[in-house]
């Protein structure tokens, strides 16, 4: 075969290639940033469930964890006194909101918040299918539920967000704008990731073909709050350089923790102490006797 024309056939081999790669990645890439664990699920019982819908009707739920010093006022109500403050946290992509129970009674035991850890449709048993329109739906609706069902002041509510949470808590935040915004493990924007998870090529027309659209760096350039990152140095999945890239990004600036020995999901686990220090910093409470 001459040299000519075996180029060519490698060009076109080469450009329907990426075709295809481009054409699947619009097909499924909701299914690619979301990716709920199978069941059973096991469920968690020693912590309050409150069910509540989001605006298209969707039934959410979430776990409401109380530190000691919060009580309910009234049997028939779940308003808290007195003048109680709150973390609405979101999890992350292959996550659940039971796995990260123990985190949510630690944050609330150091910092004395009420912690909500939300969860979206499709997943921990709930019925839909996540996508990112849906999230946005579903981390409104844990917000609304937080202020009209348990008394939360519009100061009084900080967000946290992990690996794809962190997107979600961020849109939230440009909304809502909260009292402290926490990030943990956060990329810089879909675009950036889809360079990373499978191709440059995708990058470069991830304008045309996205419905994923999350952009973190640019959603903390518009928060009037405190934004608070931690990364691990050697995650995997998200680069640390795009935690500092967020953090660098923030119109306000927190605290940024890089925890050397980590990765993507230990970070609480390898920092130890010093994380939590970063956590009742941030948050700015303390239980009696820390």
């Given amino acids: 075969m001459p040299l000519v024309r075996l180029v060519a056939v490698l060009l076109v081999v080469s450009a329907a290639t990426v075709a295809a790669l481009v054409l699947f990645i619009w097909w499924k890439q909701e299914r690619i940033v979301f990716q709920p664990p199978s069941g059973p699920h096991s469920g968690v019982r020693d912590v309050e469930r409150v069910t509540y819908n989001a605006e298209d009707e969707q039934p959410l739920f979430a776990f409401v964890i109380r530190p000691v ?14 003048d109680p403050h709150f973390l609405i946290a979101f999890h992350g992509n292959a996550d659940l909101a039971e796995r990260i129970v123990a985190w949510a009674k630690e944050v609330a035991r150091r910092t004395d918040r009420v912690v909500i850890l939300a969860e979206y449709r499709g997943y921990g048993g709930l019925p839909g299918i996540p996508t990112v ?9 844990a917000l609304r539920f937080t202020r009209d069902s348990l008394g939360a002041s519009a100061k009084g509510i900080a967000l946290y967000g992990h690996s794809l949470g962190s997107a979600i808590a961020a849109e939230l935040a440009v909304e809502t704008q909260p009292e402290v915004l926490l990030l943990e493990s956060p990329f810089t924007s879909a675009r950036a990731m889809a360079r990373i998870v499978v191709a440059r090529p995708v990058e470069l027309v991830w304008g045309m073909i996205s419905r994923v659209h999350y952009d973190t760096e640019a959603r903390v350039q518009e928060i009037d709050a405190p934004v608070w990152v931690a990364h691990g140095a ?5 680069p640390v350089r795009m935690g500092q890239t967020v953090f660098r990004s923030a119109k306000q600036k927190g605290e940024f923790l890089v925890v050397s020995g980590a990765g993507h999901n230990d970070v609480a686990n390898a920092a130890g102490e010093l994380y939590w220090r970063w956590i009742t910093k941030a948050l700015g409470r303390q239980a009696p006797g820390e």
């Fill in 234 to 238: 050697r995650d995997m999945v998200i």
């Fill in 133 to 141: 329109a849906g999230a946005r739906l579903d981390a409104r609706a």
């Fill in 69 to 82: 010093s919060q009580r309910v006022v009234d049997s028939q109500s779940p308003s808290l006194t007195p």
